[in-house]
């Protein structure tokens, strides 16, 4: 079964506003990442968490990590139009193996 | 970050062919994977690409229909064997460092 599940599938908002993007897990993890991904396009790496660290920023983006509840969650700053695209966690199991959920689709309407 | 690329960025085959995918990273690495992202969808890893001896396979793939080579900590190859359209997807490669960097993909459509 899936490891990352992400909610909500959608998000639309407008320039300047907040998205916060939320997903849970599993099982035990060692870590968890957050990807972008443009429109059919490679995955680009945003954020790792660790599983003994509770939050982490890197610029816009603050990223929380709640193992108690298997969650995490993306949170967007200011958002700009160029931040539209489908965001994914992928929490990592044993091997380094990581599994995505379905991701969010968020749109940032100028 | 590191710098993977794959080759081709983009197929359109026939059923019944087969397709090698490359996949080269600029810096040494232990761990690489391969992942299908059919469409609309997410992704799915298929296998971790281990150097000097076979891959290891996640459930529902096998390794005759997706052979993978890694010759050396800097490259691996995934065939898509036997294709049918079901197997239109995009293909990613990646490389495990602190983080997992993935390469832009492999777009391939089967005709």
């Known amino acids: 079964s899936q490891q990352g599940e992400e909610d909500p599938q959608a998000l639309s908002i407008q320039e300047g506003e907040n998205a916060t993007m939320n997903c849970s897990y599993k099982t035990s993890i060692n870590n968890l990442q957050w990807y972008r991904q443009n429109s059919g396009r490679g995955l680009v790496h945003l954020i790792l968490?660790?599983?003994?660290?509770r939050e982490k920023h890197s610029g816009r983006l603050r990223v929380t990590l709640d193992t108690s509840k298997k969650s995490s969650s993306l949170l967007i700053t200011a958002s700009r139009a160029a931040d539209t695209a489908s965001y994914f966690c992928a929490p990592e199991t044993s091997g380094s193996r990581l599994t995505f959920g379905e991701g969010t689709q968020l749109t940032v309407n100028p | 970050s590191a710098v993977i690329s794959q080759k081709p960025s983009r197929d359109i085959c026939q059923r019944g062919t087969s397709l090698t995918i490359q996949c080269q990273v600029d810096?040494?690495?232990?761990?690489m994977f391969w992942y299908r992202q059919q469409p609309g969808q997410s992704l799915t890893l298929i296998a971790t690409a281990n150097q000097g001896s076979e891959a290891t396979y996640e459930s529902g793939f096998v390794i005759d229909k997706f052979p993978i080579s890694r010759p050396n900590l800097t490259f691996s190859t995934l065939t898509v064997s036997n294709m049918s359209p079901e197997d239109s997807s995009i293909y990613l490669c990646s490389a495990q460092y602190n983080e997992q960097f993935f390469g832009p993909g492999t777009r391939l459509t089967v005709l």
């Open positions: 810096s040494q690495v232990t761990m």
């Open positions: 968490i660790r599983s003994n660290e």
